[in-house]
């Protein structure tokens, strides 16, 4: 298995930093006959929340590098590209750097990525690219704290990898860790993606009428690093589990051609309609 890894925090995260050091580590205890093979590509600074952006290729295309040394995984060939996530699986995932990966490996986050905020995720951002390049992925988070548990949520992306390894191809698994010891942790559960949101409500900082400028107080939801209440929330959802003291393991599906035949009604009034305009403009 060829594996790329990135993240949203940027290539000196440590979260990046320990998962590349387990990765290290499972790859020399890989069977005798089976290769392992790893390459960091990541982004030079925090890119936290810019999803699947891959920013304004056209009118810049050429992407600066430089390598990165990752300390105890020297192994690994690491490099910084000033670019996004996104960016950074795509570049990784071609062979731009002589490396051909099989699934992509992205963070570990600081900070859980549960409820809408895996539309606009960064970390998650990166695997659903490389699943439209035909790679399975796995995005690990963590729960916010002051003392982060990085150990605790690489050790289970680990044993995730491990069975990823005979997953089809376009695998996709959101993985979010609760920040505690591995000894505290209660297990790990099939999450679903919760409703909750990262913004719930923004307005102006006084009652005053909207002058032509001015700023936004956003008011945060649960679907935050910290991880606001989750009381409304199944106690399967994937922030409720984390808040429980379990992992929530869920599986992601990348953009695709809505198939829904609910919406073949829809599809033959637009296309009509676009015909008659065409048929009235000539």
């Not at 998962?19 to 290769?35: D, F, H, N």
């Not at 998650?124 to 699943?131: C, D, F, K, Q, R």
């Not at 922030?239 to 599906?253: E, Q, V």
Request: with cysteine; proline share 5%; aromatic share 4%.
């Amino acid at each position: 298995m060829r594996i790329l890894i990135t993240n949203d925090d940027g290539v000196r995260a440590p979260g990046l930093a320990v998962l590349t050091r387990a990765v290290a580590q499972w790859m020399a205890k890989a069977p005798s006959g089976e290769i392992r093979e790893a390459l960091v590509v990541a982004p030079d600074v925090n890119y936290s929340g810019m999803s699947s952006a891959v920013g304004d290729v056209f009118d810049n295309p050429k992407i600066k590098y430089r390598r990165h040394v990752i300390e105890g995984a020297e192994s690994i060939d690491a490099y910084a590209l000033e670019a996004p996530p996104a960016l950074c699986a795509i570049l990784g995932s071609l062979g731009s750097f002589h490396f051909q990966p099989d699934v992509i490996v992205s963070g570990i986050n600081n900070g859980a990525n549960v409820g809408r905020s895996v539309l606009h995720s960064g970390t998650i951002g990166a695997i659903l690219t490389g699943a439209q390049l035909g790679l399975s992925g796995l995005a690990v988070s963590v729960q916010w704290g002051e003392d982060v548990h990085f150990d605790t949520a690489a050790a289970v992306a680990i044993e995730v990898l491990q069975e990823l390894m005979n997953a089809p191809s376009r695998t996709l698994l959101n993985l979010n860790v609760p920040n505690l010891p591995g000894n505290e942790l209660k297990g790990v559960r099939r999450g679903r993606i919760s409703t909750a949101g990262i913004v719930k409500s923004a307005a102006p900082q006084s009652d005053a009428p909207l002058s032509d400028e001015g700023e936004l107080l956003l008011r945060l939801g649960a679907a935050t690093p910290e991880i606001g209440d989750v009381s409304d929330e199944e106690a399967d959802e994937d922030g409720a589990l984390l808040m429980a003291g379990y992992a929530s393991l869920t599986p992601l599906r990348g953009p695709q051609e809505d198939t829904d035949i609910g919406l073949h009604d829809t599809m033959r009034a637009a296309l009509a309609a676009i015909e008659r305009h065409l048929g009235t403009s000539y």
